[in-house]
Nanobody
Framework: QVQLVESGGGLVQAGGSLRLSCVAS????????MGWYRQAPGKLRDLVAA???????NYADAVKGRFTISRDYAKNTVYLQLNSLKPEDTAVYYC??????????????WGQGTQVTVSS
């Protein structure tokens, strides 16, 4: 079984910064990609940023130039650095991991979510 534990959310003023972390542990055979999604009240869960095992990154247009995703392969940890935060960035941020829990079984899991609130 795979566990995803997020940390780093909180309340920050507009223009401020936060750093989110997500550690994947347990029965992990391999990880193909790690990413962050967010969901604001009454809205769908949308991709914020993702990073593949090869280091390729993908960002939502709304966060390009402000957020940076990175990964520590040895620690199975993904980070999201959030800079120049805006009130519209307020949401619950979820970690997502795609890979395999065994050599024959795919895995696509979610963390419990961490709240990011940006005040104006």
């Amino acid at each position: 079984q795979v566990q995803l534990v997020e940390s780093g959310g909180g309340l920050v003023q507009a223009g401020g910064s936060l750093r989110l972390s997500c550690v994947a542990s347990g029965s992990i055979f391999s990880i193909a990609a790690m990413g962050w999604y967010r969901q604001a009240p009454g809205k769908l869960r949308d991709l914020v940023a993702a990073i593949t095992s090869g280091g390729r990154t993908n960002y939502a247009d709304a966060v390009k130039g402000r957020f940076t995703i990175s990964r520590d392969y040895a620690k199975n940890t993904v980070y999201l650095q959030l800079n120049s935060l805006k009130p519209e960035d307020t949401a619950v941020y979820y970690c997502n991991v795609k890979g395999r829990s065994t050599w024959y079984q795919e895995y696509d899991g979610w963390g419990q979510g961490t709240q990011v609130t940006v005040s104006s």
